[in-house]
């Protein structure tokens, strides 16, 4: 229990601020694009005020991957989620998703979890502070320092492929992740062939964002038969159990459930449907650390192999996802590719340290990432004007 001085300490303000970054690069997946060369992207910050704690949280737009916009976040968050937990405990995380899921109830699995996960992170961010421990030791529950991360592939043809991987090798990195279902299904399997050609000895995944049939699935699994491949991730549908079920019964590659799992419950519905061989815990996906911590429980509970990954975050989301990922000694390789793809201009002092793959799970107090908050006030722009 947080000691005297922070239970008395209630939520007071939330803010929100829609900022641009520069981006390094360009990336797709099956839905879109997520980020394009030369041009900016958008992440929400936002700060949540206790008293005199204060805490940061991430929310990474991304239409191309769900419904949830930069001006959705935003106006979520405001007008919504903030109205509902001022004057709570900044420490009653439990609470805190109560009134959220009645201010914004769900669909078919949670409403709105990337704007809820922004404010989660900042009030995990704020309660470790206040108590001047990292979120591993808010926790009790951190299994190792580092976290090896893989380099993301995107490749139009066997070339690019094998670019891609020397541009990662380069780097320092001996895992790598390939988004397919962008491309002909003849495509996708000569450029995974190139990439385990190039890559022989290195953990090799793929992931299809939803965009394969039944049958373009397996014949993709089938034909990779030989590649060592370790995970084939969320090939169909997030609300095609039945089909996943008949999938995972087919092929030779574990399937790995990503959109699908938004709530712990999605996760428990997946397994009793044969589903899943493999859980990805991802933060902003299940609105934040709270329910993520309980998803990835419930997946080492039901002796399910855990995997990682984020949605191009920036330095506060990437903070989060590594304690989660600590927290459960995630020994894959996982996909944290916003070092990939955008620079984080709003930390001070030293950013997380990665080196060769390796990322070093922060030490600080919460999230262990200080924020420059003149600079995203300076950066940060109306979405609605």
């Known amino acids: 229990m947080p000691d005297i001085p922070l239970r008395r300490t209630v939520i007071d303000r939330i803010e929100t601020f829609a900022v641009r970054l520069p981006t390094k690069g360009a990336f797709s997946i099956a839905g879109g694009t997520v980020t394009a060369a030369g041009e900016s992207t958008t992440r929400v910050l936002v700060k949540v005020s206790a008293g005199d704690h204060v805490g940061w949280g991430e929310a990474t737009p991304t239409p191309a991957w769900t419904y949830e916009t930069t001006e959705t976040i935003v106006s979520t968050i405001d007008r919504y989620l903030a109205p509902a937990i001022i004057g709570l405990p900044a420490w009653d995380l439990d609470s805190v998703h109560a009134r959220f899921d009645r201010a914004i109830n769900r669909g078919i699995s949670i409403g709105s979890p990337i704007a809820k996960g922004a404010v989660d992170i900042a009030l995990h961010d704020l309660i ?39 541009a990662g090798r380069e780097a320092g990195y001996d895992a790598f992740k390939m ?26 995944w793929i992931d299809g964002n939803q965009g394969f049939t039944l049958d373009g699935a397996l014949r993709l699994a089938r034909g990779m038969t030989e590649l060592d491949v370790v995970a084939f991730e969320q090939p169909l549908p997030a609300n095609a159990l039945p089909a996943l079920g008949r999938l995972r019964a087919a092929s030779p590659v574990p399937i790995a459930l990503d959109e699908s799992l938004r709530h712990p419950s999605d996760l428990i519905t997946a397994i009793q449907l044969d589903a899943v061989d493999i859980a990805v815990a991802k933060v902003q996906r299940s609105a934040g650390l709270h329910l993520s911590r309980r998803m990835a429980q419930t997946a080492e509970d039901a002796g399910l192999t855990i995997m990682g990954s984020g949605l191009t975050d920036t330095e506060l989301g990437f903070a989060a996802s590594l304690h989660l990922f600590s927290a459960f000694g995630i020994g894959t390789a996982v996909d944290l590719n916003g070092r990939q793809f955008v620079e984080s201009e709003y930390v001070s002092g030293a950013p997380i340290q990665v080196r060769d793959g390796i990322a070093s799970v922060p030490s600080g107090p919460g999230l262990g990432v200080d924020v420059d908050e003149s600079t995203v006030r300076a950066r940060a722009y109306d979405p609605f004007g």
């Open 128 to 166: 470790g502070r206040a108590l001047g421990v990292s979120v591993g030791v808010l926790w009790g529950q951190r299994r190792c320092d580092t976290v090896q991360l893989g380099w993301i592939v995107n490749a139009d043809d066997p070339q690019q492929a094998a670019d891609a991987i020397a």
């Open 179 to 204: 988004k397919v279902g962008i491309r002909e299904p003849s495509t996708d399997l000569a450029v995974v062939r190139a990439a385990r050609e190039h890559a022989p000895q290195s953990q090799l």
